[in-house]
C-alpha cells in the first residue's frame, strides 16, 4: 500500500500497461525526456525506449492520425494531448478516423487507442489551458470517454482503457494531478471501467459529478450535512457510455438531482444526465433535475476563473432551489 | 531609374524587397522522368531504368491489359452511375498509368493508403471492384478487407490517409521489417493523395512525421491539374514535387500518363523506402480527363482545348502504339484484353445490382468491438419499431428494409 497522486496513480499505471503489452505504445508532445508537461509520463521513456515512448513533432493531426496508422498495425497507442485546448487540431482525425474506422470498415479494423486529455481550469493558466470539452467526444458515436477523479482511479481506469478495444478520450482533471493523496492497494479488483460509483451515501438528494467536481460535490454534500440535509453524490466515471442504473436507482430514492460539471451548461453532459433521468424516474421526481455548471462563455481570464467555475456555493446553491420546489 | 526601386523611408530608392531574399522556386521548371513518349517511343532516363525482369515483354504487355480493364472499370461504374445504380462515381479516366505503374510496384508485405478514386491501384491488390461499388451505390462505407490485399480503405476526408500511412510505416519499423535486406521481409507503405491534398494540413504533418522519423513511406501524388474546379496554381506556386526537399527528403516529378516511368520510379522509392533510407514524394504528372465525379461538370471552369491537348498523351494509347509497332504482341492480343474487358463489364452490371441491401438494424452493430448497453437497447427499439409495421416497413419508408 502506498499513498499517492492522482499523476503517480497515472504513471503508474501507464507503466503497468507497458509492462503488460509490448504493443502499448505513448506518444505525445514532450511526453520522453521531460515526462510530460505534467509529468505524468515521467521515467518512462528512460526505462522502455524512445520507440515506445515517443517524442512528436508538434502537431496534434499528426499525432493522432499516425497513431491510426499504428493501431491498423496492431499496436496500442497512448496519445498525450498537451492540454484541453490544443485537441481541437487533431479534431478531424479523433471524430472522422478514430471513431469511425472500426464502423466503416464493419469491425475488420479496430482503434484501440486512448487519448489522454488533462482537462478542466483552475490552475491560473493562460487562454486555451482549462476548457472542459467532453461533451464535443461524448456526442460522437465510435468513441468512448471516461474520467477519473481520484489517484485510485486513475492507476486503474487508465490500465482498463488501455485494455479496451475501442477507442477512448481519457478526460484527466488537471488541478487534482498533484493534489490530494490517496491509499492504493494494488492487489484489489478494480471496478468495471464503464460503471458508475457512489462516493457518499445519502437520502435526500442525488449529487452527480465526474473529474474535479467530484471533489467539490463532495465538500458541498458535507457542508449540506450540517443543515441536516443527506445527499448522495455519485461519480459517474463514464460519459458514454453513461452508466444511469446506479443514478436512476438513487434518484428514484430521493427524489432530487443536481448535475454539477465544469463545462458549459448548454449541451453540456448535464443535459443529457437531465434529460435520462427525467425520462425513467418522472414519477419519482421532486424537482426538476438542476444543471450547475460554467457559463456559455469561453473560458474567462485566469484571475476570474474562481467565479466562473462551480463552487461549493454554486452547488448548494442549486441544492437549495431544488429542495424550494 | 530601375522599375526594381521603390522608396525607402529617408525618401531614396532601394531594391524592392521581395527580390531582397532571393528567388521563391528552386529553378525554372521540373524535369519529368519519362520512359515512354506520348508517341509511345522508348526513351531511357539516366537516373531511372526499367527493371521488369526477364519477362519485360509480357510485364508490359501486362500493364497494358492491366489498364485497359482499369479504364473499363471507369467507364463501366460511370455509366452505372447514369443508369441510377450508383449514387456517384469518382473518375479516374486518364490516370491509369500512375495507378497501374505504382500499383504494380508493390510487393505483397507493402500497404496502399488510397484516397476514393483509386481504382486501378485496388485493381492491382487484388480488390474486386464491384467492392468499390458498393461504397458509392451506398450499401456500405469499404466493403473489402483492408488486411487480405494490404489495401486500406478509401478516404473521403482529403489527405487524412496520409497520416495513417505514415503512422503504420512506423509501425513497420518497430516490426523490423524495414532495412533488414531480405527482400521477401522488407515492407514500405504508399500513401496516395491529390493536388488538392497537397494543401491539406495533413499532407504537410505526415511529411513532417514521416522525415522526423525516416518512415519508410512513398508519398505518391497524382497531380492531375485540378481539384474540383480548382488549378493546380491555386494549391501550389511551384512544383510539388519541389516540396518534398523543404521537409528533408527527395521529390521527383514523373510523367503520369507513361507507366514504364511510374512504375520505374515507384519502384526505386519502394527499394529505398524498404531499405531504411526513408520517404520519397512522387509527383505523377497527369491529368484528370474526365469529371472530378459524376456529379461535376468541367465545362464551366476548363477549355476543352486542355482536353484535346492531353489526350494526345492518353496513358493506353502510347503503350498500344508501342505494342504494336514494336512487335511486340500477338494478332490476337488486343482483341482477347476486349473480350476480358466486356466481361469485366458484365460482371460489374450484373453485380452492382445484386449488391445486398445492408439492414437497417445492422447499423448498430460495428459502431465499436464491445457494444455499448445504450446502443443494444436501441438496435432493440428500432427493430421493435419496425416490427410493429406491416411487413417491417414503417409507411412511407424509401430505405427501410424491403424497399427494393
Known amino acids: 500500500m502506498t499513498r499517492i497522486t492522482l499523476a503517480k496513480g497515472l504513471n503508474a499505471g501507464l507503466r503497468a500497461a507497458l509492462e503488460a503489452d509490448p504493443k502499448v505504445l505513448i506518444m505525445g508532445e514532450d511526453v520522453g525526456k521531460l515526462g510530460g508537461v505534467f509529468r505524468i509520463t515521467d521515467g518512462l521513456q528512460k526505462d522502455f525506449g524512445e520507440d515506445r515512448v515517443i517524442d512528436t513533432p508538434l502537431a496534434e493531426s499528426g499525432i493522432l492520425g499516425t497513431a491510426v496508422g499504428l493501431a491498423m498495425r496492431g499496436y496500442r497507442p497512448v496519445c498525450e494531448i498537451q492540454f484541453d485546448g490544443f485537441v481541437y487540431p487533431a479534431y478531424d482525425q479523433i471524430v472522422s478516423q478514430v471513431a469511425k474506422i472500426h464502423f466503416r470498415s464493419q469491425g475488420r479494423i479496430r482503434m484501440p487507442l486512448v487519448i489522454r486529455i488533462p482537462f478542466g481550469g483552475g490552475i491560473g493558466a493562460v487562454e486555451h489551458h482549462s476548457e472542459s470539452p467532453e461533451a464535443q467526444f461524448a456526442h460522437t458515436p465510435g468513441l468512448k470517454v471516461v474520467s477519473c477523479s481520484n489517484p485510485v482511479d486513475g492507476y486503474w481506469m487508465i490500465q482498463q482503457a488501455i485494455q479496451s478495444d475501442d477507442p477512448i478520450v481519457f478526460l484527466e482533471p488537471k488541478r487534482q494531478y498533484h493534489a490530494d493523496k490517496a491509499e492504493l492497494d494494488e492487489t484489489l479488483q478494480p471496478e468495471p471501467l464503464f460503471s458508475s460509483r457512489i462516493v457518499r451515501e445519502g437520502g435526500d438528494l442525488t449529487l452527480l459529478a465526474y473529474g474535479p467536481m467530484v471533489k467539490t460535490c463532495l465538500a458541498s454534500a458535507e457542508a449540506a450535512a450540517g443543515e441536516g440535509r443527506s445527499i448522495e453524490v455519485i461519480d459517474l466515471r463514464t460519459l458514454s457510455p453513461l452508466d444511469m442504473g446506479p443514478v436512476f436507482a438513487s434518484v428514484r430514492k430521493t427524489g432530487r438531482a443536481v448535475v454539477a460539471h465544469e463545462a458549459h451548461v448548454n449541451l453540456g453532459m448535464g443535459s443529457e444526465v437531465a434529460a435520462r433521468i427525467t425520462e425513467e424516474c418522472f414519477y419519482a421526481l421532486e424537482a426538476p433535475v438542476l444543471r450547475v455548471g460554467g457559463f456559455d462563455t469561453p473560458y474567462p481570464p485566469s484571475r476570474i476563473e474562481e467565479d466562473y467555475l462551480p463552487d461549493l456555493d454554486r452547488v448548494l446553491d442549486a441544492v437549495d432551489r431544488s429542495f424550494a420546489y | ?404
Not at chain 2, 125 to 131: E, F, K, M, T, Y
Not at chain 2, 237 to 260: C, E, M, S
Not at chain 2, 336 to 341: C, H, L, P, R
Open chain 2, 1 to 404: 531609374m530601375s522599375e526594381n526601386a521603390v522608396p525607402t523611408a529617408n525618401g531614396e530608392f532601394g531594391p524592392r524587397l521581395g527580390e531582397v531574399f532571393g528567388p521563391s522556386h528552386a529553378d525554372g521548371g521540373p524535369e519529368l522522368v519519362q520512359l515512354l513518349t506520348p508517341e509511345g517511343e522508348r526513351v531511357e532516363h539516366q537516373d531511372f531504368t526499367l527493371d521488369l525482369g526477364d519477362e519485360e515483354d509480357e510485364a508490359i504487355k501486362g500493364f497494358y491489359r492491366d489498364m485497359v480493364l482499369t479504364r473499363r472499370i471507369d467507364t463501366e461504374a460511370t455509366a452505372l452511375q447514369r443508369h441510377g445504380e450508383l449514387g456517384i462515381w469518382a473518375q479516374l479516366l486518364g490516370q491509369e498509368a500512375a495507378q497501374i505503374g505504382s500499383g504494380r510496384a508493390l510487393r505483397p508485405q507493402d500497404f496502399v493508403f488510397p484516397t476514393y478514386r483509386e481504382h486501378g491501384v485496388a485493381y492491382c491488390r487484388d480488390v474486386d471492384p464491384l467492392r468499390l461499388l458498393g461504397l458509392f451505390r451506398g450499401v456500405d462505407q469499404g466493403g473489402w478487407d483492408p488486411n487480405e490485399g494490404n489495401f486500406g480503405l478509401y478516404t473521403i476526408v482529403i489527405g487524412a490517409q496520409t497520416l495513417h500511412a505514415v503512422g503504420y510505416a512506423m509501425g513497420m519499423q518497430r516490426d523490423g521489417v524495414v532495412g533488414t535486406g531480405d527482400p521477401e521481409r522488407d515492407a514500405a507503405v504508399v500513401a496516395y493523395f491529390g493536388d488538392g491534398a497537397s494543401s491539406q494540413g495533413d499532407v504537410n504533418e505526415s511529411f513532417i512525421f514521416a522525415a522526423s522519423y525516416n518512415a519508410p513511406v512513398v508519398f505518391f501524388c497524382q497531380n492531375n491539374q485540378w481539384a474540383i474546379s480548382e488549378p493546380i496554381e491555386r494549391q501550389s506556386r511551384i512544383p510539388l514535387y519541389q516540396r518534398a526537399l523543404g521537409f528533408g527528403f527527395p521529390g521527383v516529378r514523373v510523367d503520369g500518363n507513361d507507366v514504364l516511368a511510374c512504375y520505374a520510379v515507384t519502384q526505386a522509392a519502394l527499394r529505398r523506402a524498404r531499405e531504411g533510407s526513408g520517404p520519397t514524394l512522387v509527383e505523377a504528372y497527369t491529368y484528370r480527363m474526365g469529371a472530378h465525379t459524376t456529379t461535376d461538370d468541367p465545362t464551366r471552369y476548363r477549355l476543352s482545348s486542355d482536353l484535346e491537348h492531353w489526350k494526345l498523351k492518353d496513358p493506353i494509347a502510347r503503350l498500344k502504339a508501342y505494342l504494336t509497332r514494336n512487335g511486340v504482341v500477338e494478332d490476337d492480343f488486343f482483341a482477347g484484353i476486349e473480350d476480358e474487358a466486356e466481361k469485366l463489364g458484365e460482371h460489374l452490371r450484373e453485380g452492382c445490382k445484386a449488391l445486398p441491401e445492408p439492414s437497417p438494424l445492422s447499423i448498430f452493430d460495428q459502431v465499436y468491438v464491445d457494444q455499448t448497453p445504450e446502443l443494444a437497447a436501441q438496435k432493440v427499439g428500432f427493430a421493435a419499431y419496425l416490427e410493429s409495421f406491416e411487413g417491417g416497413v414503417p409507411t412511407g419508408s424509401t430505405t427501410g428494409i424491403g424497399a427494393h
